[in-house]
């Protein structure tokens, strides 16, 4: 039975061959041994009830727990299940990356494997996939999960990116998606090394729908983000989606010119005026203070950007596969 959406087909013909499930989930997993079990059994029933056929990707990144052993005993107990361990910790964009890389289902879905991403929604997701859209993503309905400081700080990078980027961020919208066969293709073809996921799908385009949800309690363990990888996660965002960082300094140093300029002329006429005194140590003192703040930080943003620059022009592989569990065929090309 083919239920894919007839815009779809043409593309999707090109590379669907019949032993390619219906849908692919991916999922990044570090350290998550005392939550995959528990993901299993619910997203099992949840895959048989929505789709035809199916399969599950697990990209394990690098757990130092016993993570691998039980996605093994997984994989084993049911082939449909699969998996990709990376040699090391590589961060779950990179992950995400992978996954798509490996998915060869006609569409697939990225999920957090911590059960706050509720299994269930994928229903929903299927049947908005199947009535023609190209991407469906699951947009969390409150953040009252997070601490004041997270939220605040979430909340102020959505506007700051929406201020500087040419590409608008949906709020609230994360990773946890579907992307029909063109969208991971053509995220595919994105091999950019610091990956800004949520930046990326907004980039792609297509016919995007979201869906409202609930954001779960973790079930086990806590979160691998703590505040600092946070805010290397939004310079990341912001560094690879907009230039205005970069160019700001030119407006700034003008306005700090012009206003030089004006001082300067108000000393010369003061001093011709009432004449010379020694009085202004203070605020000399705090101008300088000030103005060596200003160009540090300016070169702070020119030394991101050079960062990223050097990060590209290596072309490193984006990730290095340690283990394949489950696929029997030749290693897939990475996208880069
Ligand atoms: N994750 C990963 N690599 C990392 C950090 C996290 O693959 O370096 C995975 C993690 O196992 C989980 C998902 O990314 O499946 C989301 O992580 P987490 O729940 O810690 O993030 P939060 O929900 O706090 O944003
Ligand atoms: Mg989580």
Redesign the pocket.
Known sequence: MDRRPSQNATRVEAIVTATEPELSVV??????GA?VEALVARLLPVLERAVASWEVVF?????RDD?LERVRRINRDDPRFHAIAFSR????E???AAGLDHARGRATVI????L?HPPELIETFVARWREGNAMVFGVRTDRDL?GPVRRFLAHAFYRLFASFGETPLPEGA??FRLLDRRAVEALRTMGERARFSKGLYAWIGFKSVGVPFD?AR?EH?????SVR??FRFGLDGITSFSTVPLKLWTYVGAVISAFALLTAIFFVIDTLVRGADVPGYASLIVSVMFFSGVQLISLGVIGEYIGRIFAEVKRRPLYIVGDRIGFDDQPPQASS
């Open positions: 999922i990044p997993v570090f350290n998550e939550n990209v394990d990144d690098g757990s993570t910790n590589f961060g779950k990179i992950a995400i999920m957090d494997a911590d706050q997070d994360g990773d954001v973790r363990g806590s979160s691998k983000f990888k946070l």
